[in-house]
């Protein structure tokens, strides 16, 4: 009898352990934006996977992101449309992977959005830093649309082969006051790499899913090993508003869990397009509003006229102390 309530102290200890690691791990995706879930799928399922992406991506991989003839990745959108056993595992609602998704979203009213292969060749550059939600047109769309993206190495692999980095905590649509005050005065981008620190995914191995927030800033590093760093992207979306953003993101179907929202956001014509061969895509560069750039001008034009009256003030005090004691 005792060594069972010894059995049992042990298991719900163990049981509330896990509980607030769970709990925690959802707190620190949304304070930060980012998280690794270690081994989340099972080895096999990836493997059978990426031997059918790896084909598909080298085949339909289009060039994006190039400058002067350059290119950052290789980019093909809605994999699960060009073979079945993908589209099995990009839409499989029981799955760890939707599972995971919404528990991190903490909802799961969740659709598919979109799904990305990307291949980043031995060479290619460091990819810009952007936002998601941003490049894709989503805060046009809705401004309650929200967006989880899961990123699944396709093999085992090292920063070195340009895996993403994030700028924590940039996600958020709220700033304390000091965040505020830097925006004001040298911009918003200055503001995000004063005070945010990077991290990037590392030592990656196969059923590892590196998580972010679709609006933290992101980029990739740039490949400076010896193969082709093949990853597969995935984004869900939920609506932070109980009308679900206007059907933006409901499931097109029981069966169908794709987001509403996608075929506004990529409409047939340029997926057609894409699938015949259109290279270069655009670069979705971080930009302010003219009214925040006008803004920051006034008020910085503001803060250098106290400034300079300031130092004119302390400069005239101390040349007047020291004419009164010549004086005296």
């Not at 869990?257 to 057609?272: G, N, Q, S, Y």
């Not at 003219?290 to 302390?314: C, D, K, P, T, W």
Request: aromatic share 10%.
């Amino acid at each position: 009898m005792g060594r069972l309530a010894c059995f049992c102290i042990l298991l719900g200890d163990r049981l509330a352990w896990a509980a607030n690691k769970t709990e925690e791990d959802v707190v620190a995706f949304r304070k930060g934006g980012w998280f690794l879930s270690r081994q989340l799928l099972a080895t096999d399922e990836v493997r059978t996977v990426a031997a059918t992406l790896e084909d598909l991506l080298s085949e339909h991989g289009r060039r994006a992101f190039g400058d002067e003839g350059e290119k950052e990745v290789r980019f093909t959108f809605a994999v699960h449309e060009l073979d079945r056993t993908v589209a099995d595992f990009v839409s499989k609602q029981s799955g760890s992977l939707w599972q995971e998704a919404a528990r991190l979203a903490g909802t799961e009213e969740l659709c598919v959005l979109m799904d990305r292969g990307f291949a980043k060749d031995p060479g290619d550059p460091e990819t810009h830093w952007h936002r998601d939600d941003e490049a894709v047109g989503i805060p046009a769309l809705h401004g309650g649309i929200r967006t989880v993206h899961a990123w699944i190495p396709l093999k085992a692999m090292g920063k070195e082969l340009g895996t993403l980095r994030y700028l924590i905590g940039t996600h958020r649509r709220e700033y304390e006051w000091y965040e505020q005050l830097l925006a004001s005065l040298w911009g918003w981008e200055f503001a995000w790499f004063a005070t945010s620190r990077t991290e990037q995914d590392d030592a990656l191995e196969l059923g590892d899913v590196a998580w972010h927030d679709g609006f933290i800033l992101h980029s990739a590093g740039s490949n400076q090993g010896q193969q082709v760093r093949n990853g597969l992207a995935i984004s869900y979306a939920y609506c932070a508003y109980p009308d679900r953003c206007q059907g933006a993101t409901q499931r097109v179907s029981a069966q169908n869990p794709a987001c509403r929202a996608t075929d506004v956001l990529f409409d047939k014509t340029w997926k057609e397009r894409h699938r015949k061969g259109e290279n270069d895509y655009s670069k979705n560069m971080i930009a302010e509003p003219f009214e925040n750039q006008l803004m920051r001008f006034i008020f910085r034009s503001i803060a250098g006229a106290l400034a300079g009256l300031g130092i004119h003030a302390v400069v005239t005090r101390f040349t007047g102390s020291q004419k009164d004691r010549k004086t005296d």
